[in-house]
């Protein structure tokens, strides 16, 4: 069973021990953390330079310890877009469901606890597996956006906004 608790600062260890492979570092990260291979405080860095703003960050686990991670921060200064980021699940775990399990418990927490009515994920259009993901959870690709462009690794990737309305949970 997949629960979520408030990021520590000692899973910045595990979290950033799943990432072996920079392009899925990038796809991950979108550029908020620029150094690969990522390290424990550079994680830390990035939530501390954070710290005090609208941004916090939950821990996935099961039965077995730390299994995912999400951030999560508010858009707007009445508190009722929420994005979610920095989404990951352990690569050990992957394919029990937990990418899907723990972005939908995220949204829940967003509706639920934080008032949220609308909550956002950004995405790479060249990461079908977490659109395909996010879609299961009831995202859909925000309408009237167009993607962005965003350069990486030499290359220029696409990033779309997709979204979750209150109404529609």
């Known amino acids: 069973m997949l629960r979520l608790k408030p990021y520590a600062r000692q899973d910045a260890q595990a979290v950033c021990s799943w990432f072996t492979d920079e392009r899925a570092f990038h796809l991950w990260s979108a550029g908020k953390l620029e150094r690969f291979p990522m390290r424990p405080e550079d994680l830390n860095r990035y939530y501390d330079e954070n710290e005090g703003s609208s941004l916090w960050a939950m821990t996935a686990f099961d039965e077995e310890g730390i299994a995912g991670h ?9 508190r009722t877009e929420l994005r979610l980021g920095l989404i990951v699940v352990d690569g050990s775990r992957r394919g029990r469901g937990y990418g899907r399990e723990m972005v939908s418990m995220a949204a829940r927490y967003a509706f639920d606890y934080a008032g949220a009515k609308r909550v956002t994920i950004l995405v790479f259009l060249e990461n079908p ?5 996010y879609e299961a959870c009831g995202f859909r690709m925000t309408a009237g956006r167009s993607p962005e462009k965003f350069p990486c690794m030499g290359e220029e990737w696409r990033l779309a906004e997709m979204e979750l309305v209150k109404t529609d949970v």
């Open 70 to 78: 999400v951030m999560m921060r508010f858009l707007d200064e009445k």
């Open 129 to 133: 597996a977490a659109i395909r993901c």
